[in-house]
């Protein structure tokens, strides 16, 4: 198993930043991909963004592109989402997600609100 704690959410204004932290108990080589995914209030889960571990190759929704980047620490085993020019439609609940050993596992979530 792996776990992973998610951080770094908080209330902030449109066209602000925060950058949120993925904490995995695995050293990441371990771990096939990981990403971000948010799920606002009556919605359903959707991706972020998402990294593959062995190649560093990145994939973003397109209502993030040139706004938010995801990235990681190989050496701390943390993934990062560092977001920019926030929108009050970025509002939403955000989870680390990793595949390990063909499984995948979720984050408990970091709550992200913009005002507007």
């Known amino acids: 198993q792996v776990q992973l704690v998610d951080s770094g959410g908080g209330l902030v204004q449109a066209g602000g930043s925060l950058r949120l932290s993925c904490a995995a108990s695995?050293?990441?080589?371990?771990?096939?991909?990981m990403g971000w995914y948010r799920q606002a209030p009556g919605k359903e889960r959707d991706v972020v963004a998402v990294?593959?571990?062995?190649?560093?190759?990145?994939a973003y929704a397109d209502s993030v592109k040139g706004r938010f980047t995801i990235s990681r620490d190989n050496a701390e085993n943390t993934l990062f989402l560092q977001m920019n020019s926030l929108k009050p439609e970025d509002t939403a609940v955000y989870y680390c997600?990793?595949?390990?050993?063909?499984?995948?596992?979720w984050g408990q979530g970091t709550q992200v609100t913009v005002s507007s």
């Open positions: 997600y990793a595949i390990y050993m063909y499984r995948g596992y």
């Open positions: 990294i593959t571990i062995d190649g560093g190759s990145t």
């Open positions: 695995k050293s990441i080589f371990s771990i096939t991909r």
